[in-house]
Every structure is written in structure tokens, then in C-alpha cells.
């Protein structure tokens, strides 16, 4: 069965620092992934996705994901933070085949925290 | 502007009460879903519409009933809730034709308080 996991519960940086928020999944075929960011209250936001291609994707807001078949990993990355970017971040993966499309699994989150 | 619009943002209810939550979408999509996000706890998905039809239902208590009368709108009934059911509840929807575009679109969600 497909699940995500997010490793890394609470991340603390100072402003301008570089980020590196870190995502494994378990899927059976090539996976679609998805990186979203919620503000405190607010429903999820997309950030970016892969679904083939080149393996690293670009996303608003500055961020890029990697995509590592032998790692199953799909790491997100921002060179220099910003306070703005304090939220918590989700890594999601999916759809299975046979399933909703859109039915995504997602893991438990990482909230960030930016120093001033 | 997301494109799902939930109503209310904010309910505060009696455990008696009967309510209904309300997700709209505008983006043609034809999959709805609802999830609950609570404090402290993973984001879960509740159920799963598509093309009008519930396809899941993860074992939730029956005094959540959901209702998907066409592909744009999604509704969620509460009835005897506990203060445990106290969480945002987010609408969130999808287009099943291009597996290129699989992404779903969340609304801002309903913060649901139990008293």
C-alpha cells in the first residue's frame, strides 16, 4: 500500500538559511508526488509535483523538489528562507491505480519555523 | 480564490445540534472528498465522491453523514457530536481524466468546535 513518511516533525531555521524538508514514500509503480503548504488555519496549498520527466520540478514561491527512484525519496528545497515560509508542509503521494485520481495519501507533515 | 469554497469557516456546535457543512467547487473537477485534520494528528480522509458516487468511506462514526448531490457540490451532516469531532474539516476536489493533473485542490476549511 502506498504511505508517505515525513521524518522530520518540527524544523527550525533562521531567515535567509538554505531548507531541505525530507519525504520517503512507498509505492509500487512510479509514483505521482506532490509537495502542499498550510498556513496556520487555511486549507492546503500546492507547492509542486512530478509525475515524469525530469527529476527535479520546480514549485511557486521559490521551492524545488527532487525526485530519487533508488531513495524513494522526494526531497523539498529553498535556497534562502523567508519569515513568510513558516507553515507546515506536506509531502503527498499518489493515486494508486484502480483508485480516484486525486486520492492522495499523504504523510503527517513538518511544521517549520523561521527565525528572524 | 481556490477555486472550493467551504462554508461556514468557523462553527461552534451543541452536542444535540444538527449542522451541515458546504463545499463548492468551481473548477469542473469531478472527485470531492473531506478530510478532518485534527490537532497533533495526521490529515484524514474521510470519504471519497466520484462522479456523484461515494467510492470510500474510511470507518467513520455514522454521525457524519455525507451528501454529494452533483459533482460541484459536497456536503457533510453532523448530528450528536462529541467534543473529540472538534477539528477542521477540509473539502477538497479533483479532476479523473488526466492522470498528468491528478493534484487536488483543498478549500479553506470549516473549524468545527464541539461544545
Known amino acids: 500500500a502506498q504511505s508517505v513518511t515525513q521524518p522530520d516533525i518540527h524544523i527550525t531555521v533562521s531567515e535567509g538559511a538554505s531548507l531541505e524538508l525530507r519525504c520517503n514514500y512507498s509505492y509500487g509503480a512510479t509514483p505521482y508526488l506532490f509537495w502542499y503548504v498550510q498556513s496556520p488555519g487555511q486549507g492546503l496549498q500546492l507547492l509542486l509535483k512530478?509525475?515524469?520527466?525530469?527529476?527535479l520540478v520546480q514549485g511557486i514561491k521559490g521551492f524545488e523538489a527532487e525526485f530519487k527512484r533508488s531513495q524513494s525519496s522526494f526531497n523539498l528545497r529553498k535556497p534562502s528562507v523567508h519569515w513568510s515560509d513558516a507553515a507546515e508542509y506536506f509531502c503527498a503521494v499518489g493515486p494508486d491505480r484502480g483508485s480516484t485520481l486525486g486520492r492522495l495519501y499523504f504523510g503527517r507533515g513538518t511544521q517549520l519555523t523561521v527565525w528572524p | 480564490e481556490t477555486g472550493v469554497t467551504q462554508t461556514p469557516r468557523h462553527l461552534v456546535m451543541g452536542m444535540t445540534n444538527k449542522k451541515s457543512l458546504k463545499c463548492e467547487q468551481h473548477?469542473?473537477?469531478?472527485?470531492m472528498y473531506w478530510y478532518k485534520q485534527s490537532a497533533k494528528k495526521p490529515l484524514e480522509l474521510m470519504f471519497v465522491?466520484?462522479?456523484?458516487?461515494?467510492?470510500e468511506n474510511n470507518s467513520v462514526p455514522s454521525r457524519f453523514s455525507p451528501e454529494c448531490p452533483n459533482s460541484s457540490h459536497l456536503f457533510l451532516h453532523l448530528h450528536t457530536l462529541q467534543p473529540e469531532d472538534s477539528a477542521l474539516y477540509l473539502c477538497?476536489?479533483?479532476?479523473?481524466?488526466?492522470?498528468?493533473?491528478?493534484?487536488?485542490?483543498f478549500g479553506q476549511g470549516t473549524r468545527l468546535t464541539v461544545v
Open positions: 473548477l469542473g473537477h469531478n472527485a
Open positions: 465522491y466520484n462522479f456523484k458516487e461515494q467510492t
Open positions: 477538497a476536489s479533483s479532476q479523473g481524466w488526466d492522470r498528468k493533473n491528478t493534484e487536488a485542490f
Open positions: 512530478y509525475f515524469s520527466g525530469d527529476t
